[in-house]
């Protein structure tokens, strides 16, 4: 299938007074036409840098300083502010956390849906109008007609976040970005949003990117998944691959914390200790503080990428000493 996106060995850095640090350190994947891709890890570990890097929406005082974003063959890493507002507008759009997107509580729902498609699809009022009940009705909003004239407080959240995803998608975007689009919502409303994503992404034969920290979430959505911590990839395969044979131990970790509904003696078990903050110097592999399984080499060096499967990668140590018996390869990185 065709590649939408390919990042490659994005490095991410933020101005601070100890110098430029950085919060995403040389990370590399891809999306196909059609594909959803989760970003899964804790928070502070570099995957809504990785997103806002890719959307050209990074905060003044964060720089991509290395790697490239390819995307449908053009590289967003070296467009102007005004090239990536065009692109923001017909091609990739985000989606965010409910409380951070609210909308903007002075206008009405239809005045914010309407401004995008007459700015970027140079539709007239009327027609932008008519486009907007559209787009309401798409995505699942009853009565859209008379919520174009509602104001967001009148809303739950669960119907401001149909809003937000009907606002991303009037630009008919090929690449949607999720950023912990559920995290805010209650567990039933978080549920209809997942399967509304689903059913949209079908239907417009869209790529999405879904930003989680919940395997819960990976699990309803996710084709494939990587796993970052402290700004890297630390593993990446198909969804199944990273349920049934997760490699990584903090991988493990954070699939041991996911409840199982299942079994009665299950035992939540998260991973103990944190994210290293981002002025943090750790040598070696930068798990191994957390890490129950840390050899001698894991202190001093940083791990290799070893592949698993054609679609899974690992970025650990642990994985040489199974090549010696295995016959797995480290690649290039
Ligand atoms: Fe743990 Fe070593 Fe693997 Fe890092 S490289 S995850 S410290 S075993
Ligand atoms: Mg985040």
Not at 72 to 101: C, H, W, Y
Request: charge should be negative.
């Amino acid at each position: 299938k065709d590649t939408v996106l390919e990042v490659t060995n994005l490095v991410t850095k933020f101005k601070s007074a100890d110098g430029l640090l950085p919060a995403v350190r040389g990370a590399s994947f891809s999306v196909k036409k059609g594909e959803t891709l989760c970003i899964v890890g804790e928070s502070g570990c570099g995957k809504s840098i990785t997103a806002l890097s890719i959307m050209g929406l990074l905060p003044s005082n964060g720089k991509i300083t290395d790697g490239s974003i390819s995307f449908n063959n053009q590289n967003l890493a070296s467009m102007s502010p005004k090239e990536m507002q065009k692109l923001r507008g017909n091609d990739v759009s985000m989606i965010f956390q409910e409380p951070m997107t609210a909308l903007n509580p002075v206008f009405t729902v239809g005045f914010q849906i309407r401004e995008p498609l007459m700015i970027h699809q140079k539709l007239s009022k009327k027609q932008a109008h008519a486009r907007g009940i559209e787009l309401l009705k798409m995505v699942g909003i009853p009565s859209p007609a008379e919520r174009m004239n509602q104001f967001p407080h009148e809303l739950s959240g669960g119907m401001r976040q149909r809003v937000m995803i009907a606002i991303a998608l009037s630009c008919n975007p090929s690449l949607l970005i999720a950023d912990e689009p559920t995290t805010a919502l209650d567990v039933t409303i978080q549920a209809q949003i997942i399967d509304l994503l689903n059913d949209l992404k079908e239907q417009l034969d869209m790529s999405m990117i879904m930003i989680t920290h919940d395997m819960g979430v990976v699990a309803e959505i996710a084709d494939r998944v990587i796993v970052m911590y402290a700004g890297e990839v630390i593993e990446e395969g198909r969804v199944e691959e990273i349920f049934e044979n997760p490699q990584h131990p903090y991988t493990k970790g954070l699939l041991s914390s996911v409840p199982n509904v299942d079994d009665p003696d299950f035992e939540l078990k998260p991973i103990a200790g944190s994210m290293p903050m981002l002025n943090e110097k750790i040598s070696g592999c930068r798990f191994h503080p957390r890490c129950p399984y840390a050899f001698e080499k894991c202190f001093s060096e940083s791990p290799k990428t070893f592949s698993v499967t054609d679609k899974q990668n690992v970025r650990c140590w642990l994985q040489e000493e199974v090549g010696q018996n295995g016959g797995r390869r480290a690649s290039s990185l």
